[in-house]
């Protein structure tokens, strides 16, 4: 999601993941009110991170996210 943009729920209905370096599997700029991913969200890459997102972005709670050489999950300032 970019900044600006605007949606209710997202569900993913199986995992996200990235095997490469320097990535982000998911990012969130803009508002998202609820955010399911049943299978988790996974950086496997180098230096890649999990979750990048805006504060105030969706709860997180009950997805599993991981990142093996990066942060599970980033959130910055609006």
Same mark, same amino acid.
């Given at each position: 999601?970019?900044?600006?943009? @605007?949606?209710? *729920?997202? &569900? =993913?209905? +199986?995992?996200?993941?990235?095997? %490469?370096?320097?990535?982000? $599997? /998911?990012? #969130?700029?803009? @508002?998202?009110? *609820?955010? &399911? =991913?049943? +299978?988790?969200?996974?950086?496997? %890459?180098?230096?890649?991170? $999990? /979750?990048? #997102? ?15 050489? %990066? ?8």
């Amino acid at each position: 999601m970019k900044q600006g943009d @605007r949606f209710g *729920t997202a &569900t =993913v209905g +199986g995992r996200v993941t990235t095997s %490469g370096d320097h990535l982000t $599997a /998911v990012e #969130i700029d803009g @508002r998202l009110d *609820t955010l &399911t =991913v049943t +299978g988790g969200i996974h950086a496997r %890459g180098r230096a890649s991170d $999990a /979750v990048r #997102i805006c504060s105030g972005g969706p709860e997180l709670s009950g997805i599993e996210i991981t990142a093996a050489d %990066g942060q599970s999950v980033t959130r910055r300032a609006e």
